[in-house]
């Protein structure tokens, strides 16, 4: 006996704010990348920075690079969900691509530090769904800094000593991956996805609609 292929119920529903935060170095650009590639009902949040550009990154896919003047001008006139400064810098996350996605039904990912997925759920709790990427240990933590050969030897052991300091922000996540195996991770990541889709809170307006259709 063959099973056959048939087309979904598609319920309309608000779309959410998947946050993903780690320490440097933890993997969460790798796992983003690999759910981003594998999901069309995600897109990326593009955040803007005054970081120098990385010679991996594009301007205006990995980030949007701006001036410092160019920054906290955004965030003076409210043009920012949140922002932060990070080893020196300076990171946002422009508001209005966001709140077009949502109400669209489209679910946004964002790849922040601990400081911005704090002000998000300040501002936005309903919509976010947070989650910490952990590494298996500090020793490995520190290889994958090395191996990636992006950033100078100073830069690595601040990116290190701050980590302490990134971790301790756990409880304040809702869920907790280790990354010590890739596969396992990222299929951990999905199945998170999968769930906070089904919330009732978040297809209730869809719901009524269907079940109407379905009684009536």
């Known amino acids: ?8 119920v598609k319920i309309a529903r608000r779309g959410l704010m998947l946050v993903i935060s780690s320490p440097s170095g933890a993997g969460k650009g790798t796992l983003s990348r690999l759910l981003l590639e594998n999901d069309r009902d995600l897109t990326l ?3 803007v920075t005054t970081r120098g550009r990385r010679p991996s990154e594009v301007d205006k896919v990995h980030y949007h690079f701006i001036t410092p003047q160019r920054f906290h001008g955004m965030r003076e006139g409210g043009e920012l969900l949140e922002s932060a400064e990070v080893h020196g810098n300076f990171y946002g996350t422009p508001r209005e691509p966001v709140e077009t996605a949502l109400a669209g039904g489209l679910d946004v990912l964002f790849d922040i530090d ?3 997925a704090a002000q998000l759920r300040d501002k936005m709790a309903s919509d976010v769904v947070s989650v910490f ?5 500090m020793a490995e933590l520190k290889s994958r ?4 050969a992006e950033d100078a030897a100073d830069v690595i052991e601040k990116r290190l000593f701050n980590a302490r300091t990134e971790i301790a922000q756990w409880p304040n996540f809702d869920y907790i991956v280790v990354n010590d195996d890739l596969g396992g991770a990222y299929a951990d990541l999905q ?5 906070e ?3 009732r809170e978040r297809i209730a307006t869809g719901v009524e ?3 109407a259709t379905l009684l009536g």
């Open 191 to 195: 199945a998170i996805l999968r769930a």
């Open 45 to 47: 949040s593009i955040s």
């Open 197 to 199: 889709r089904k919330k």
């Open 209 to 211: 609609g269907f079940v």
């Open 114 to 116: 601990w400081q911005g």
């Open 133 to 137: 990427i952990l590494p298996p240990t």
């Open 145 to 148: 800094l090395t191996r990636r």
């Open 1 to 8: 006996m063959t099973a056959t292929t048939t087309e979904r």
